[in-house]
């Protein structure tokens, strides 16, 4: 792990702090030693805070224009999916492109970071344990104790996703005493070692926290952790592999849905959360308080949210910037980076029995497409959104806003509406921006995760009443009988746009159909009205989208750092090759 250690041996004999520190007259003017750490409390917090700083980016997203930086950009990950892509055009000319065409060196060097945050963070975490005697305050040394097993375990779980079976090291490790070589972990010892950290955070952590603490874990978040590995270990994908840290050698599909129902059982049982309700009854009451669900920080459906800062500071803290990229042009909007596919429109269904009319595409659709959506005759801060061409003349949000070569505009005939908040000013402000937290899961995902368990378990009716849950709350008709690929669009559905969709294409093994240009092209809509006829045409976004758009069945797990492979004498993933 030299190039490991290079990197973290440094953070963990030191921290880095500017200018003049006076509670610590013995130490360099722009040094806080390791061990004044452990006995000072603010120290401590932020010590803990780059565990909560690296789980997840949040919106805190920028991908740079040339593709030579391409490692150094913050992805949103449902843009490598099929749901949402962007379409400022300097951005399909950068690292994002060569991510979606599965260019290896950019793949690699992505893998990397991953590698290097999470093992980072671990690290960090190890050392907490092995000085957490020297914290004199017990119920702060408690409460960080909690904190650590839950984010140890979370940071193995993020790196068993991307890379499989990987060195568990539970112990702070220095190159310059001790020299050690690790093994890949089995995939058994990979999610035996998550859940024994998650179980651990669950004892200790409370099950609610005071509003002077909101945010941090909570029994809930270690427990969703907890089931959440046992969801994944239960994928075919992942069963009868060759090798035992890909996959399971033998097949335990039927004990690890066993597991998971009991894991999503004891979350439940803490009545800790609920379903936001919605009391409205019209479509745009519905729309309005779906949406509020995404913009209410920590609200009672949250089990675990990316924290950013209240104040919308992008240039100093965590603000970011969701809004201004996803405006369309007739509001100021520049960077069109979040804009739905037609293939994710495809996915809603129609509600109270009506019938589909081509002719008004948009009409008596599932509530949430109101919320989630913009789309041409839309209302979105009081205007009217005009995204189609009249008489060879294009609508105001089919074209770039003032001069700028770069300006974006809908390449899919779509906007976002789901996590935009409309009383956000759209300027060009370079310190404040946006606020909305981010959320990893909520109440509604582990329904339908449990759900999808619960089906393949055999449990059928049980399955149907948590889909119709979800249901139910936005005014849609419940299912009266419920197939697995009801539980999956339920899930595209309810989840648009939320991380879980990405990583679902893994688990469910159809990210090589649903990545590919040849099998699913991303789809655009193209309305034009002559003449006072209105025309609806349905097309792919890149008519070279078999060349654009490809997943390599390699990339179901990334490639460690080749450093780490020769170091380590173990194996690369299957097919990476050495860049």
């Known amino acids: 792990m030299k190039k490991l250690y290079t990197y973290i041996i440094g953070a963990l004999l030191s921290l880095s702090v500017t200018g003049c520190n006076s509670l610590f007259d013995d130490a360099p003017m722009n040094q806080i030693s390791e061990k004044d750490v452990w006995t000072n409390s603010m120290l401590l917090d932020e010590y803990v805070n780059?565990?909560?700083?690296?789980?997840?980016?949040?919106?805190?997203?920028?991908?740079?224009?040339?593709?030579?930086?391409?490692?150094?950009?913050?992805?949103?990950?449902?843009?490598?999916?099929?749901?949402?892509?962007?379409?400022?055009?300097?951005w399909l000319n950068s690292g994002y492109s060569d991510m979606l065409k599965g260019n290896e060196k950019t793949l690699t060097d992505y893998a990397e970071n991953l590698w290097t945050n999470d093992y980072t963070q671990i690290q960090y975490i190890n050392a907490f344990f092995?000085?957490?005697?020297?914290?004199?305050?017990?119920?702060?040394?408690?409460?960080?104790?909690?904190?650590?097993?839950f984010f140890?375990?979370?940071?193995?779980?993020?790196?068993?996703?991307?890379f499989g079976g990987v060195p568990l090291i539970d112990h702070t490790i220095d190159p310059l005493k001790n020299a050690e070589r690790t093994p890949r972990a089995s995939y058994t010892e990979m999610l035996d070692f998550i859940v024994k950290e998650a179980d651990e955070a669950a004892r200790i952590l409370p099950v609610t926290q005071s509003s002077s603490e909101a945010g941090r874990v909570t029994r809930g978040a270690a427990l969703m952790l907890k089931a959440k590995a046992y969801l994944w270990a239960a994928s075919e994908v992942y069963q009868d592999n060759s090798k035992a840290y890909l996959g399971f050698t033998d097949n335990q599909r039927q004990n690890m849905l066993e597991k998971a129902k009991t894991a999503y059982e004891d979350l439940f049982a803490l009545n800790a959360y609920e379903l936001i309700p919605i009391t409205a009854t019209t479509q745009d009451g519905i729309k309005n308080e779906?949406?509020?669900?995404?913009?209410?920080?920590?609200?009672?459906?949250?089990?675990?949210?990316?924290?950013?800062?209240?104040?919308?500071?992008?240039?100093?803290?965590?603000?970011h910037r969701l809004d201004r990229y996803a405006a369309p042009p007739s509001l100021t909007g520049t960077y069109c980076a979040y804009t739905p596919t037609?293939?994710?429109?495809?996915?809603?269904?129609?509600?109270?029995?009506?019938?589909?009319?081509?002719?008004?595409?948009?009409?008596?659709?599932?509530?949430?497409?109101?919320?989630?959506?913009?789309?041409?005759?839309?209302?979105?801060?009081?205007?009217?959104l005009n995204m189609h061409t009249t008489d060879g003349v294009a609508g105001t949000d089919l074209q770039p806003y003032g001069t700028s070569t770069t300006a974006g505009y809908t390449l899919t005939g779509y906007y976002m509406g789901k996590f935009v908040d409309e009383t956000q000013n759209i300027d060009n402000n370079d310190t404040y921006a946006s606020k909305q937290n981010y959320i990893i899961w909520r109440l509604a995902e582990a329904k339908l995760d449990y759900a999808e368990v619960l089906f393949n378990l055999g449990y059928t009716e049980e399955a149907r009443a948590q889909v119709n849950d979800i249901r139910q709350r936005v005014h849609m008709d419940a299912l009266p009988t419920i197939t697995i690929d009801q539980i999956l669009n339920e899930r595209r559905v309810e989840l648009a746009f939320e991380e879980s969709t990405y990583w679902d294409m893994f688990r469910l093994g159809t990210v090589y159909q649903k990545r590919n240009g040849s099998t699913n092209p991303l789809k655009k809509i193209t309305i034009t009205v002559t003449k006072g006829t209105t025309k609806y045409q349905v097309s792919s976004i890149d008519r070279r989208a078999s060349a654009n758009y490809i997943f390599q069945l390699k990339q179901y797990y990334l490639p460690i750092p080749w450093s780490e492979v020769k170091y380590q004498q173990f194996d690369q993933n299957p097919d990476w090759n050495e860049i």
Do not use: C
């Open 50 to 90: 780059t565990w909560y700083r690296n789980m997840n980016n949040g919106f805190n997203n920028f991908i740079f224009t040339s593709s030579g930086f391409g490692s150094m950009s913050r992805y949103f990950l449902p843009w490598l999916g099929d749901q949402i892509t962007i379409s400022k055009k300097d």
């Open 152 to 162: 140890r375990a979370y940071y193995y779980y993020m790196l068993w996703r991307s």
């Open 290 to 319: 779906y949406r509020q669900i995404f913009l209410t920080k920590n609200s009672k459906e949250s089990i675990l949210e990316v924290q950013h800062s209240d104040d919308g500071d992008y240039a100093n803290k965590f603000g």
């Open 130 to 149: 092995e000085n957490s005697n020297r914290i004199s305050d017990a119920t702060l040394r408690e409460r960080i104790n909690g904190e650590a097993h």
């Open 342 to 384: 037609h293939n994710h429109v495809l996915e809603y269904g129609m509600r109270d029995g009506a019938a589909y009319d081509a002719n008004h595409p948009y009409d008596n659709l599932d509530y949430r497409f109101y919320a989630n959506i913009l789309y041409d005759g839309s209302v979105y801060k009081g205007q009217t």
